[in-house]
């Protein structure tokens, strides 16, 4: 019975191990689940931000003011239907037979058959207008791409330094403790101990500054990306946050690939949602030119009409007093003279349309030397970057043989002191070519549009 009893404690046992451990790996995997979902890529950020900004919000209501103005101009195309009922009451007959108490119902339907194509050509115009709209908003978007793209190398860019400046804080320490001890025992000088400790004091500010700018860099970016959600409360400003922890900063492993005018030109032309823009406004007042020459052309109308005149009583039924009278009428007509506004009009018109000509031109080239100036940029950025990479190289190795002819006896607290503060500028400067990379890249993305 007890080799039974003992038999059922250990099957016990071992279930609530396999239990225990089951629980543990599904623990662990929700927990590296989340971790893994919480690392917001820049391109997750920046749809993040189209999604929340007010300013694409803005545009995005303007295009659907446009199409509501579409649907409007299409409304002239239709008849028009107008109805009224007018009551008449008088202090005595009138000589025309009118009586002292008459009314009225009236309804008619009117049609503009002919106007020059002036309602063809504003439809057309607003149309293009639409696409205006559309351009406007495609261009809002890239641009906050750029920004948060710009905001995300930021904070990379603090995590990077501050990285830097906590290692050269620990650089410092080890070498105080060695040169504390050399002290103690008669080796060196006081004054060799307080050099140190001046040059890390000097190391912690720098830290806390880098610090601060790792907080700031955060700030900006939840700002950029929509995160940042300001209260009527003074108390607080941040309704949410972004930590560091939740970026994935792996596209900045990889550095971008280099890319010539030739190519990038014919994508900037063709891309550019603010000079498409502007090439959309050109063709919409090209319509309007051709509108405004409508007032030179006839005009045609047609209307039908139907009235019911009911007199000395306002009661329908008191028919033998009142009348009926259908009426079809086409009118054309058109203006000969009116002061010559009709050709200033068109004047205007084809003024308005060399004015978007010039703003083409000049926005082609603003943007065609913008390019070229990136891409000079990007090349010196990329030569930095490799001269700092040796640099940094250079630099480590210097250190390691300062420290070790330190502890021979051969070089100087102030040789170790030199070597330190020439890495800690050499790490500085390889994380500034290294931005720089990318930031001359997100620029370049940016002017071609391919965000």
């Given amino acids: ?17 396999v239990y225990l451990f089951m629980i543990t790996i599904f623990g662990y995997a929700f927990i590296l689940s989340n971790s893994t ?6 391109e997750e950020l920046q749809k993040q931000a189209f999604e929340k900004r007010d300013i694409v919000k803005k545009y995005l209501t303007e295009l659907e003011n446009k199409k509501e103005k579409v649907k409007e101009q299409k409304g002239a195309f239709m008849p028009s239907l107008d109805i009224g009922y007018t009551v008449n009451i008088l202090n005595h007959d009138t000589i025309m037979g009118e009586s002292k108490e008459n009314d009225t119902f009236q309804s008619a339907i009117s049609w503009n058959a002919f106007a020059g194509f002036s309602d063809y050509y504003k439809l057309k115009a607003a149309e293009i207008m639409t696409r205006y709209s559309i351009e406007m908003v495609e261009s809002t978007r890239q641009d906050i791409c750029l920004n948060v793209a710009l905001r995300f190398l930021e904070v990379y860019t603090a995590l ?3 990285k830097v400046a906590e290692d050269e804080i620990k650089l410092y320490n080890d070498r105080l403790r060695q040169i504390e001890l050399k002290f103690k025992v008669g080796v060196l000088k006081k004054s060799d101990v307080l050099k140190v400790k001046v040059e890390r004091d000097n190391a912690i500010q720098t830290e806390r500054k880098v610090r601060a700018a790792v907080d700031k860099s955060l700030n900006q970016l939840a700002r950029e990306s929509g995160i940042l959600i300001n209260k009527q409360s003074t108390n607080s400003l941040l309704n949410e946050s972004l930590k560091s922890s939740e970026l994935d900063f792996s596209l900045f492993q990889i550095l971008p690939q280099k890319s010539d005018y030739h190519t990038l030109e014919p994508l900037l032309i063709k891309n550019r949602s603010d000079l498409n823009a502007l090439k959309q406004t050109l063709e919409a007042s090209e319509m309007g030119i051709k509108a405004s020459k409508a007032a030179l052309y006839p005009r045609a109308d047609i209307s039908l009409s139907y ?36 050709y200033s009009k068109v004047r205007q018109a084809k003024f308005e349309k060399k004015g978007i000509q010039h703003d083409i031109i000049e926005l082609e080239s603003t943007l ?23 640099g940094t190289k250079e630099a480590e190795e210097n250190l390691r043989v300062t420290d070790l002819g330190f502890e021979q006896g051969i070089g100087t607290s102030s040789d170790v002191l030199d070597a330190i503060y020439n890495l800690s500028r050499a790490r500085f400067n390889e994380i500034n070519a290294h931005t720089q990379v990318f930031a001359n890249d997100f620029q370049i993305k940016r002017l071609t549009e391919s965000f």
Avoid: P, W
């Fill in 1 to 17: 019975m007890n080799k039974y009893f003992n038999n059922i404690m250990q099957v016990k046992k071992v279930k609530t191990f």
């Fill in 37 to 42: 979902l919480q690392a917001q890529t820049l």
């Fill in 160 to 162: 990077e330094n501050l």
């Fill in 307 to 342: 009235s019911s005149h009911t007199r000395d009583d306002f009661f329908i039924e008191s028919m033998e007093n009142s009348g009926d009278e259908v009426r079809c009428q086409t009118t054309i007509s058109m203006n000969l003279f009116d002061g010559m506004q009709k």
């Fill in 368 to 390: 065609k030397t913008a390019l070229q100036n990136t891409l000079i940029e990007a090349e010196v950025a990329f030569d930095n970057l490799a001269v700092a990479a040796a």
